[in-house]
C-alpha cells in the first residue's frame, strides 16, 4: 500500500498547474497550490501516508458531513421535513433550485442544504461551533484541531450568496434562527484546518457500520452509517457525483479547500487533498489520485 500511495502521487503531481486555487474566499487563495498529500486508514488501525499528509488545510465543505452526523444524532429522521436526500445537479452555491422548490433544498450537502443542518443544529448547541469543534477532535483523536479564524472572518465578509440563500429559506418558513448567527456557525465549521491523517482518521466510523474505534464510540446506527454514505455517494460532489461514481466508485465529500474524502463500507477511509480545483470545485489531482487508488485496488462498489 505504501509503494502504491507513492507511485500515484507521482503520477498526478504533473497535473498541478491544471486546476485553480479557490479565491472566492480570499482567505483560501493564498494557500500554496503545489501541496499534495494522502492517507489511507484501515477499519483495523492500520495508517498510510504519503507526501503533505500531516498538513491541515480548510476542510470547508467536508464539515456538511459532521454536521449531518451531529443532527442525525440528535433529531434522527425528522430533519427529512426540512430537506431533501436527493442529488442536485447543481454547483453547490447554486440558488435558482431552491426558488422553484419553495427553500426546501435537495439535499446536506449543497450550501442551501448544509445551511438548514446548521440552522437545526443551532437550536439545539448552546455553542455550536464548540461543539462542532470537539466533535471532530474526539472523532479525529487530535486535540489540537483548530478553526482558522482568518478563513471563517473572510468567508463572513465574502458570504453574500450564503446569506442569499439562508435569507430565502427564511421567506419559506425554512430558517428558525437568526440568519447571521448561523451563517457564523456554518463558516466556523468550515474553517476547521485539518490534515489528509485527521480526516482519514476521523471518517472511519463510516467505513465501519458507524463504529469508531480509536475513541472506542458508536457514531451512528449501521443503518444510519449506510444513509449517510448513500448521500455522499449520490451528492457528496455536487454536480460532479455522477463523475466521482464513474471514476472512483465510492461515497465521497469534497471541500473547496481541496481535500475530497472517500469511503470504503468495512475496509478503509481515505482523504487525499491537492488544493487546486476543476471547474466543479474539486481537487482536479484529488479526483485523479482517487481513480488511480481505486481502480489499481478494485474499490468501486458497483
Ligand atoms: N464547496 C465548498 O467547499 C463550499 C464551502 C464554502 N465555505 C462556501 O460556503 O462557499
Redo the contacts with the bound molecule.
Sequence with gaps: MQALLNEILDAVRPLIGQGKVADY?PALGTVPSNQLGIAVYGNDGELFCAGDADTPFSV??ISKVFSLVQAIDHSGEAIWERLGHEPSGQP??SLVQLEFERGRPRNPFI?AGALVICDINQSRFAAPALSMRDFVRRLSGNPNVMVDGKVAES?YQHRAR?AAMAYLMQSFGNFHNDVEAVLRSY?SH?ALRMSCVDLARTFCFLANDGFCKHSGAQILSARQTQQVNSIMATSGLYDEAGNFAYRVGLPGKS???GGIVAVVPGQFTVCVWSPELNAA?NSLAGMAALELLSQRIGWSVF
Excluded: A, L, R
Aim: hydrophobic share 30%; with cysteine.
Design positions: 474566499i470547508q465543505s453547490f452555491n450550501n468567508e450564503n463558516f468550515c471541500g473547496v479547500g470545485g
